[in-house]
C-alpha cells in the first residue's frame, strides 16, 4: 500500500508532556498538510509543505506546535506542554504540486489526560 | 469565521432513494470545490470534485452541483446505497492551495 501513513495511530499522554507524530505522503508528491479534527467538526487546516518548504501556517498552529519537513520527505508535527484542548485527530494528507485533490492518511488520535 | 458551512448535521435516506447534501460557501474567491467521505477511525477519502467554471460533475452515481451566484454547491447520490452511510465534507479551495473544509453531514442510508 502506498498512500499516505501515519504514526503512531493513536497516543494517549499526560498533560505537559511533548509528543510527536509522523507522516510519510505519498512518494511523488510534493505537497504535505497537517489538519486537526475535533468531534463534530471538519478538519481544520494547521500547516502545509512545498518540499521542505513550510508555506503556511495556521492561527491555531500555537508556539506549542511545530512542523518540519526535512529534506521534502516525511514529516513530523510535534507538540510542546500537550494541554486537554490538544486531545484531537491529527489528520496528513499529500497531493501533488498543482492538484485540488488531497490524499489523507488514516489520522493519528491524541488523548491528553 | 466559518467559510464553508454545511447546515444539516445528519440525513437520513432510504436505500435505492436519492441523497442530496448541501454546502454553501463564503468566500467568491473559491475556484475549486470537492466533497469527500469519512468512515469512523478512518481519514477523509477524496469523492468528487468540480472546478467554478463548471455548473456539473457526475461520476457514476455521485453528481456535484455548484450554483456560483447563490454560492452553493450540492452532492447528488442515487440511487443510495447503505453503503453510502458515511459523514460528508464539503471543501472548498483557492488556487490549488489549502482546503477548506465544511463541518460535514451524516449521511444514513437505510435498507
Known amino acids: 500500500d502506498t498512500g499516505v501513513s501515519q504514526d503512531p495511530r493513536h497516543k494517549i499522554t499526560k498533560r505537559g508532556q511533548n509528543v510527536t507524530f509522523r507522516c510519510d505522503p505519498i512518494s511523488e508528491h510534493n505537497r504535505l498538510y497537517w489538519y486537526r479534527q475535533t468531534l463534530g467538526q471538519g478538519p481544520e487546516f494547521l500547516t502545509y509543505f512545498q518540499n521542505e518548504a513550510q508555506l503556511e501556517k495556521s492561527r491555531l498552529l500555537s508556539d506549542r506546535f511545530s512542523a518540519e519537513r526535512p529534506k521534502g520527505s516525511f514529516s513530523t508535527l510535534e507538540i510542546q506542554r500537550t494541554e486537554q484542548g490538544d486531545s484531537a485527530m491529527y489528520l496528513c494528507a499529500s497531493s501533488p504540486l498543482v492538484a485540488g485533490e488531497l490524499f489523507f492518511g488514516e489520522g493519528s488520535r491524541l488523548t491528553v489526560l | 469565521d466559518q467559510q464553508v458551512k454545511q447546515n444539516s448535521p445528519s440525513l437520513s435516506v432510504q436505500e435505492g432513494r436519492i441523497s442530496i447534501l448541501n454546502c454553501d460557501y463564503t468566500?467568491?474567491?473559491?475556484?475549486?470545490f470537492l466533497w469527500y467521505k469519512k468512515y469512523p477511525a478512518e481519514g477523509p477519502t477524496f469523492l468528487i470534485s468540480i472546478s467554478s467554471i463548471k455548473d456539473k460533475n457526475e461520476d457514476g452515481r455521485f453528481t456535484v452541483f455548484l450554483n456560483k451566484s447563490a454560492k452553493h454547491l450540492s452532492l447528488h447520490i442515487v440511487p443510495s446505497q447503505p453503503g453510502d452511510s458515511a459523514v460528508y465534507f464539503c471543501a472548498a479551495a483557492f488556487s490549488f492551495q489549502k482546503l477548506v473544509f465544511g463541518t460535514g453531514t451524516r449521511l444514513l442510508v437505510s435498507p
Open positions: 468566500n467568491s474567491m473559491f475556484d475549486y
